[in-house]
């Protein structure tokens, strides 16, 4: 059962570099979103999607875009990458609602 | 100032020894849900409170929702080293079920 994929797992950037960090569920699942983790700071959202064709800005948007073109992937893109974005990176999925919240394994993004 | 406090930030143990951690929000929350991650992966749910002063149980570990329904707490029994790990409280803002955090307690228990 994959579940939640990520990719890739570790990335170094240079500042001002652009990249997509890849996110795909073989859940069926309509909700999925991408938070980052600081130290200490737990996981913030950054932006989300309720389905195909939708998306929606988190808490920590800035910098970041998306699109949902179809319900299995939701990729996050880094327009121009800062130093303040290194990070680890997590995308969920999950049915909504109440429900459980299925996490990737985390892309850990370094910004030099 | 986030919605949803943890404490303690860290916590080191000896093996067997009780521990308790907490999750406070100065809101009214309709459920909350508890995840643990262990390093190099995302979090894993634990379980879903959703009804004041409720109790759940998972092996030794035992979680309750306050009965105001701003707060939440997790004790381990006789934690084990198998415990080590990130504990979050998290809860959803909207039906999109999107997850605030808290900033976790980080959980070391050493043979």
């Known amino acids: 059962n994959a579940g939640v994929t990520q990719t890739p797992k570790f990335q170094v950037l240079k500042t001002g570099q652009s990249m997509t960090l890849q996110c795909a569920q073989d859940?069926?699942?309509?909700?999925m979103s991408w938070y980052r983790q600081d130290p200490g700071m737990g996981l913030r959202l950054i932006h989300y999607?309720?389905?195909?064709?939708?998306?929606d800005q988190g808490e920590v948007p800035n910098g970041y875009n998306v699109s949902r073109s179809t319900t299995e992937d939701f990729p996050l893109r880094l327009l121009s990458a800062a130093p303040s974005q290194t990070s680890v990176y997590f995308c969920?999925?999950?049915?909504?609602?109440?429900?459980?919240?299925?996490f990737g394994q985390g892309t850990r993004l370094t910004v030099v | 100032t986030q919605l949803l406090e943890q404490s303690p930030q860290f916590l080191s143990i000896q093996e067997g020894e009780n521990l308790t951690v907490y999750c406070n929000s100065s809101?009214?929350?309709?459920?909350l849900q508890w995840y643990r991650q262990e390093p190099g992966e995302g979090p894993v749910l634990l379980v879903t409170?959703?009804?004041?002063?409720e109790v759940k149980k998972l092996k030794r570990l035992t979680f309750q929702f306050g009965d105001a329904r701003k707060d939440s707490s997790l004790h381990i029994t006789a934690a084990q080293p198998g415990d080590t790990g990130l504990y979050l409280c998290?809860?959803?803002?909207?039906?999109?079920?999107?997850?605030?955090f808290g900033g976790g307690t980080r959980l070391m228990v050493k043979p």
């Open positions: 969920a999925s999950s049915r909504g609602g109440e429900a459980e919240a299925f």
């Open positions: 859940m069926n699942h309509e909700y």
């Open positions: 999607s309720v389905g195909a064709g939708i998306t």
């Open positions: 809101s009214v929350f309709s459920s």
């Open positions: 409170v959703v009804t004041g002063g």
């Open positions: 998290a809860l959803t803002l909207d039906a999109g079920n999107m997850l605030t």
